[in-house]
């Protein structure tokens, strides 16, 4: 399979395409502006109400919505990081003071967020979920610092490897080796990206990541609440830190200071691949050129074709999204009712997969797949789902079709959906409904014409027009608008119809072609 990732530039956001087969099947956007409350960000923040009922609080980040903690969120290490907190002042020795913090003292598990919270106390938090509708962030006290191989656990106390490692003796040798190079008071997750790698490697990364929290330690020891203690890589590299592997033939990047950024990050991790990151110099816009603007076009609709003339339709509410599979034009009669069904649904499912991981969609999702009878069917279509998801990095539960042919998924959901406007704005009416006097579109052409002849003075024009007022600027033989024109202004006029202008639309253009502003 051949991934490609795009990324487009530009004054606004950076938008990243991942392909698989020239296929569009993840899109990610990060606004080109300061960030806030996005995923991974770690904050000092201020307990602002205890809400006892549900054993959780209230805290202030800095957002106009209030983010939410539930106390088995604060974490069994959440006495040590408040005692830091609290006892942190800038005259002392953070690093020393650091290693001599107690990390036994354990949080009861059955305890009550009145015994540990009281309003207007400073707390370390970081974000698990990004504000949604008109709910805040959802925190944890369990800070986690995330690197390629290795994530970062500050006052953690025993070190975890990744269940995708299968080999007793690699996981026996890695054990060993972050025990060699761990300071004291941390604890290690680590990631399958670690299989393999020498101590060099592993060394180096963790003194990236512990430099990164001990960096944050000015900024809690003057306590100055809310604020921002650091935050996760940019949305590129760490998409490059979670996905990249052998499989990714190509990297294009159109802006030359991303571009260097994205090969140094490379060479930290995987040098041998530096080489397939290239700078796109095309004239034409980078998505337009990949093809990715149309796939975007066609896959975030209300309505998404899948093959033979079968469609989704999804809805987006509050509660939960809803998908409706449909055969369309497909034969729904006869014997192989049954079949076609099955067929519609298994390429529904795999259609369905990818746009839950195309739209982030998250939360609950109700499939209303085409009723089939067969037994046999209803398992395989589950099974078929429960495949095409099984390399979907976030956490998902898929339960067995209802009797009503209902699917029911749970995805996580830490983000927004992502949501793309593929309806345009009427270029006419320009959204109003209501477009200016047709009849005076004549004297509108006019008045630029005048322009173009007195004050740049050109004598030569291209115009393209809607047809309808091509037909009415030529007519009649000698007395035409378009031959009064050219005596008038004692200019060349070359009028081209177009089908793709609005009524009220018009263009002109030099000799060589080129559109005059």
């Not at 201020?46 to 809400?51: A, E, F, Q, S, T």
């Not at 002392?92 to 015994?115: A, H, M, P, T, Y």
């Not at 006019?446 to 047809?467: D, H, I």
Request: charged letters at 25%; a neutral charge; one cysteine or more.
């Amino acid at each position: 399979m051949e991934k490609d990732l795009i990324i487009d530039v530009n004054q606004q956001e950076t938008v990243i395409a991942l392909l698989e087969d020239h296929r569009l099947v993840e899109l990610n956007k990060e606004a080109n502006t300061d960030r806030a409350f996005s995923l991974r960000d770690v904050y000092l923040g201020k307990v602002k109400k205890l809400i006892p009922t549900l054993n959780a609080a209230f805290v202030d980040i800095g957002d106009k919505k209030d983010a939410f903690v539930h106390y088995l969120d604060l974490g069994l290490n959440f006495k040590a990081f408040d005692y830091f907190v609290k006892q942190m002042n800038p005259n002392r020795d953070f690093k020393q003071f650091f290693s001599s913090v107690d990390v036994n003292n354990i949080l009861e598990k059955e305890g009550k967020i009145e015994n540990v919270l009281t309003p207007g106390q400073p707390i370390i938090v970081q974000i698990v979920k990004e504000p949604i509708s008109t709910k805040g962030s959802r925190l944890t006290g369990e800070i986690s610092i995330a690197g390629r191989n290795i994530v970062l656990l500050p006052f953690g106390d025993k070190i975890s490897v990744s269940q995708k490692i299968s080999s007793k003796e690699e996981k026996k040798r890695l054990e060993r080796l972050i025990y060699s190079i761990l300071p004291p008071n941390y604890g290690v997750i680590i990631r399958t990206a670690a299989e393999g790698k020498n101590a060099a490697v592993l060394d180096a990364e963790l003194k990236l990541l512990v430099k990164k929290w001990e960096d944050s330690w000015s900024k809690m020891a003057y306590k100055n609440v809310p604020e921002l203690l650091f935050t996760e890589n940019s949305k590129t590299t760490t998409i490059l830190r979670d996905l990249l592997n052998d499989s990714f033939s190509n990297i294009y990047v159109n802006d030359e200071t991303v571009y260097q950024e994205i090969k140094e990050y490379i060479s930290t991790i995987l040098p041998e691949y530096e080489k397939i990151v290239k700078l796109y110099k095309g004239h034409e816009p980078i998505l337009d050129h990949f093809e990715v603007t149309k796939q975007i076009k066609s896959a975030f609709g209300k309505v998404v074709p899948i093959r033979q003339g079968a469609y989704l339709v999804i809805e987006h509410t509050e509660a939960l999204h809803v998908v409706d599979v449909n055969s369309g034009t497909r034969v729904k009669t006869g014997k192989d009712q049954e079949q076609n069904a099955f067929d519609v649904n298994c390429h529904a499912a795999q259609e369905i997969a990818r746009q839950l991981k195309l739209r982030d969609m998250g939360g609950i999702i109700i499939v209303d797949f085409i009723d089939m009878d067969s037994g046999e069917n209803r398992n395989a279509l589950l099974k078929k789902m429960q495949e095409l998801m099984a390399n979907d990095r976030a956490k998902h539960n898929i339960l067995p079709l209802t009797k009503f042919g209902l699917m029911q998924i749970t995805r996580q959901r830490v983000r927004p959906a992502t949501e793309i406007e593929t309806m345009e704005t009427c270029p006419t009416c320009h959204g109003t409904g209501k477009i200016s006097s047709s009849i005076l579109i004549d004297e509108t052409i006019e008045r630029q014409l005048a322009f173009y002849v007195k004050e740049k003075g050109l004598t030569s024009f291209g115009l393209r027009v809607n047809p309808l007022v091509e037909a009415y600027l030529t007519k009649g033989m000698f007395n035409s608008i378009l031959r009064r024109w050219k005596k008038k202004y004692k200019v060349s006029i070359n009028i081209t119809a177009s089908g793709e202008m609005g009524i009220l639309d018009f263009i002109w253009t030099d000799k060589q072609g080129e559109q005059l502003s």
